[in-house]
């Protein structure tokens, strides 16, 4: 029986992909983007997040954690993370549902019990189930067995990815993805590999593939200000995939520093707190840059 982690199921998703679907987020992803959304993501280990603002002090979860890895300090409430074990009785503690592991076991069937709920609504939109992460591509057997369980059922898929594995990884599932959401974030390697901490030479050679391959896919350019957004990245942007087989569209995302909150209930540090959303003069610049290209751009997802 195949089994993966999953860290999150939201249903009547209309960014990611067409229509109204059921985005399904697997742990795990081999990036470490400074900007990253997702940080409960990034290990495929469970994770323990600590909603701070929903504590109520009343020190249940100290008492019932057997390792003793909890501490209070006036109103501070730390975790020690190296005692935790995620063992959950923390967790089951408290009832104001300020503790939650973050990242479950789930069988194949599991997930479609989930996905097929919501059959009618995709029929109705024209929408289907979409897999994201973190990085779907680390859970390769998983994927691909739910994959096939969906075109079993006739339900659109589709992948969203940052492109960064095997193209063999890559060949065994592109067949039963309608739709690629493939993300591309800097040109240039050196400043790809800071950023975050792997080349984008895989990423590229992959993108090129799939479209050489005749896949239906639609880019996608976060828009990290003081990162990615200079002329000269942007335009390299718009050379490399003007070059490339036609694209279903170009979306280019603007920053959001929502994620902040996440990072804290984490304990992990948050490398862009000063970054700003860039200004709607700003996207309609980059996106008037890209469609000089010959590219089919849109602002937002």
Not at 56 to 61: G, H, N, S, T, V
Not at 126 to 135: H, K, L, Q, R, Y
Not at 188 to 212: E, M, P, W, Y
Request: glycine share 8%; aromatic share 6%; with cysteine.
């Amino acid at each position: 029986m195949i089994k993966g982690i999953v860290f999150d199921i939201k249903k009547f998703s209309i960014h990611d992909g067409p229509g109204i679907r059921t985005t399904i987020f697997l742990k795990g992803c081999p990036l470490n983007c400074w900007w990253c959304h997702n940080p409960e993501s990034h290990t495929l280990a469970p994770k323990m997040v600590f909603r701070e603002n929903r504590c109520i002090r009343c020190d249940a979860c100290l008492a019932a954690c057997p390792q003793g890895a909890i501490s209070r300090d006036g109103d501070q409430v730390s975790t020690n993370r190296e005692k935790c074990t995620l063992c959950g009785a923390c967790v089951q503690a408290c009832h104001a549902e300020a503790r939650e592991i973050v990242g479950r076991e789930m069988t194949v069937a599991q997930v479609m019990a989930e996905i097929e709920r919501d059959v009618a609504f995709y029929d109705e939109s024209s929408g289907g189930v979409t897999f994201s992460g973190g990085e779907p591509l680390l859970q390769p057997d998983f994927l691909l067995a739910l994959l096939r369980a969906c075109k079993e059922k006739e339900i659109h898929t589709t992948l969203d990815t940052c492109g960064f594995a095997a193209w063999e990884t890559l060949d065994s599932i592109r067949k039963t993805v309608d739709l690629f959401l493939y993300d591309l974030k800097l040109m240039d390697d050196a400043s790809h590999q800071k950023f975050t901490g792997v080349s984008n030479a895989l990423i590229l050679r992959n993108l090129q593939a799939l479209l050489q391959q005749g896949h239906p896919i639609v880019l996608r350019v976060p828009i990290i200000p003081g990162i990615n957004d200079d002329d000269r990245n942007i335009c390299q942007i718009g050379e490399f995939v003007a070059a490339l087989p036609p694209l279903s569209g170009v979306d280019i995302l603007p920053y959001h520093p929502t994620a902040i909150e996440k990072y804290r209930r984490l304990a992990k540090t948050y490398k862009l707190p000063q970054t700003p959303h860039p200004s709607d003069q700003q996207m309609a610049k980059i996106a008037q840059t890209l469609r000089g290209f010959g590219l089919p751009v849109k602002i937002g997802g």
